[in-house]
Nanobody, 119 residues
Framework: QVQLVESGGGLVQAGGSLRVSCAAS????????MGWFRQAPGKEREFVAA????????NYQDSVKGRFTISRDNAKNTMYLQMNSLKPEDTAVYYC????????????WGQGTQVTVSS
């Protein structure tokens, strides 16, 4: 069992940067693949980025490639999403997830953190 808590969301102007974090508690954080998803109002939840349990492999949605960077610190049981050059269309609730395998099957979810990008 893994419990996930996101933090770091907020309001930022277009073109700005923000870093969201996902703190994990429970067993064997370092053995899980981790991912970020987001859900905008009136839209389905969508994949943003994922990172393997070692951190050696990453995957991104095309719209965030070159702007967002996913990383993890297994010693701190924490995952990060650095978001640069933010756009209004990045506005959403951002969720972190943990899962097994690669590509991962997502088994655990956080409650989400709101990111709002103003134009």
């Amino acid at each position: 069992q893994v419990q996930l808590v996101e933090s770091g969301g907020g309001l930022v102007q277009a073109g700005g940067s923000l870093r969201v974090s996902c703190a994990a508690s429970g067993r064997a954080f370092s053995s899980y693949a981790m991912g970020w998803f987001r859900q905008a109002p009136g839209k389905e939840r969508e994949f943003v980025a994922a990172i393997s349990w070692t951190g050696r492999s990453t995957n991104y949605q095309d719209s965030v490639k070159g702007r967002f960077t996913i990383s993890r610190d297994n010693a701190k049981n924490t995952m990060y999403l650095q978001m640069n050059s933010l756009k209004p269309e990045d506005t959403a609730v951002y969720y972190c997830a943990a899962g097994n395998g690669w590509p991962a099957r997502w088994d655990y979810w956080g409650q989400g953190t709101q990111v709002t990008v103003s134009s």
